[in-house]
């Protein structure tokens, strides 16, 4: 059930929103989380967290050196965001116990910890965090203040304190996942952590550390936390074996310092059996409790960021660097209009031009049938049958002339034309090879615009014809992504050519075809290369016999 929730609680977190805040919780070693369970969360490159924690509580387990006894720790942690993915830290801590009791130390320096942290690395925005984190704890204490229990020759890891007043020295790693989600309003997280604790003090016992825990945000100054541990034996894991509750209450005040306090409640505890051997005793002890039934806490902690600077100007660069990017896409975009300007002033010229010629030649024509004229009146005096061969003559001549100039007139035309535009007009197709996309995409490239331009004013000239632009691509990949992408690709060629000219708009329609109609096999490089395309087809070709007349 426990791996089940640990896969569904992801996904049901991904969907909220991103720009959530969630308040600074730090645990009490420097790091994040709640009192005594980590957080997923990393610090951050260059934050620091000082943390002090004091602690009460009252002895209450028969057959213990302290029994009935007062006990005071405290821990002070600090820890270090190397990177955004990776948190050091370190901590330790100091007890005190009545000092009538006949402990060889009452006040003392308890035992010290370190830990690496490290932080999954993938998108910040995303609800989910996973880190691991492995340290180690020393056993720095200058004595024992409490005895520990021993059953059977074996060290039993009983007691609030077992940690903080160890002699030995044990390795642990946790496993940390935190699940984020909520509203603006009200954030909130769950904290889950498994973990294992290896001591090479010989007769000790290897644990299995596991906590949970529920994070609630009511309030931009208030966190409320509800949690849940268990310390058991590895090699035999009993979950009520030592197992007890936290619930704690954080206040976040300004300049980030953060006042928390809370109690831990005992929730199981027993042992099966009814007496263990006490060091001292002459006989077994009947105690049954693992844990003492409450404990209080409290402290604070405060954060620094250390790189407040660095990222500033980090923020600055990408700020400015967005600017540049954006007024230099403003100049491409500027740039583009002028030579779409341009190329349509270019196109009006080149009009005026052929009209000019047309008139040029027009008046040339006239000027010939003039002078014709003229020489018909001067050989008016001869006799009838000169005047009419000579009228025969020159009559037969004016055809002739006005045959060849007509003919001059189309061949120039045609030449105008030029090769593509024939082709266009005899096929009534035509193969757009100088139109490239960006990869994947029906984004057209900078360099395919010119080209573009001109087969825009070539469909101008034939208002009467009407046009489809068909997108193809070859047989890689999904047929329903190829058929999209397809018709994306002429969606935009169409869109590019309707700016241009907008009559195209109601002349010019796209469609995609995807794969199925390709022009060459499929199996080589070149083939897929000539299936990878977009034609332009006139789709009433009753017209185009029109325009395709010498």
């Known amino acids: 059930m426990r791996s089940f929730m640990t896969l569904l609680l992801p996904l049901a977190a991904a969907p909220y929103a991103s720009d959530i805040v969630y308040p600074q919780s730090f ?41 009935g006894a007062d006990f005071h720790a405290s821990t002070v942690g600090l820890g270090l965001g190397v990177s955004d993915w990776a948190d050091v830290s370190g901590w330790t801590s100091f007890y005190n116990v009545p000092a009538d009791l006949g402990v060889s130390t009452n006040v003392g320096w308890g035992a010290s910890g370190g830990q690496l942290q490290l932080t ?21 204490s200058a004595g024992a203040p409490e005895v520990p229990v021993r059953k059977n020759g074996q060290i039993l890891a009983d007691g609030w304190n077992y940690f903080e007043t160890r002699t030995g020295y044990d390795f642990q790693v946790r496993l940390i996942q935190t699940f984020r989600w909520g509203s603006v309003s009200f954030p909130v997280r769950i904290h889950l952590n498994e973990g294992m604790n290896h001591s090479i003090q010989p007769g000790t016992e290897d644990l299995a550390l596991l906590d949970a825990a529920l994070e609630l945000d009511p309030h931009p100054i208030l966190s409320i936390g509800f949690e849940g541990h268990s310390r058991t034996r590895l090699d035999a894991m009993d979950l009520g074996e030592r197992t007890w509750a936290t619930g704690s209450l954080t206040f976040h005040l300004p300049a980030e310092v953060q006042l928390f ?17 006490v060091p001292g005793e002459p006989q077994p002890v009947a105690f049954r409790n693992t844990m003492d039934p409450w404990r209080a806490f409290y402290g604070l902690s405060v954060p620094f960021d250390l790189a407040a600077s660095v990222k500033r100007d980090r923020a ?16 491409v975009v500027d740039c ?39 020489d018909n009146c001067r050989h008016n005096a001869k006799n009838q049958v000169a005047r009419m061969n000579d009228s025969l003559a020159r009559r037969s ?7 060849a100039d007509a003919r001059r007139q189309i061949e120039e035309e045609r030449l105008k034309r030029g090769d593509l535009e024939a082709s266009f007009l005899k096929t009534g197709m035509m193969n757009l090879d100088a139109v490239y996309f960006e990869l994947g995409k029906a984004t057209i490239t900078a360099s395919s615009r010119p080209y573009l331009n001109l087969i825009g004013a070539i469909l101008v000239k034939y208002p009467k014809l009407r046009f489809e632009v068909g997108g193809h ?17 002429a969606q935009a060629v169409k869109k590019y050519l309707a700016g241009l000219h907008p009559e195209l708009g ?25 299936n990878r395309r977009v034609e332009i087809v006139v789709t009433n070709l009753e017209a185009l016999k029109e325009y395709a007349k010498p």
């Open 120 to 140: 999954a690395p993938w998108d910040t925005s995303y609800s989910f965090r996973l880190a691991i984190q492995g340290g180690l704890v020393t056993g720095t």
């Open 261 to 277: 306090a809370g109690v831990d409640v005992r929730a199981w505890g027993e042992r099966k059996e009814a007496a263990v051997a």
């Open 336 to 374: 583009e209009a002028q030579g779409v300007k341009l190329g349509q002033r270019i196109d009006s010229l080149r009009g005026a031009v052929r009209e000019a010629q047309l008139a040029k030649d027009s008046l040339m024509y006239k000027s010939k049938l003039d002078s014709i004229a003229v």
């Open 397 to 403: 001549s004016q055809d002739s002339l006005a045959l």
């Open 27 to 67: 645990h009490w070693n420097g790091t994040r989380g709640l009192t005594q369970t980590r957080s997923g969360e990393a610090l951050g490159e260059g934050t620091m967290a000082i943390s002090v924690q004091g602690s009460y509580h009252q002895v209450e387990r028969p057959g213990a050196l302290l029994n």
């Open 316 to 331: 600055d660069i990408r700020r400015n660097d967005s600017l540049e990017r954006l007024a230099l896409r403003g100049k």
């Open 473 to 489: 691509t070859d047989n890689q990949g999904k047929p329903g992504t190829n058929l999209k992408l397809s018709q994306s690709r």
């Open 506 to 530: 109601s002349t010019v329609s796209a469609k995609g075809y995807g794969d199925t109609k390709p022009k060459a096999t499929n199996k080589s490089a070149e083939g897929r290369e000539m």
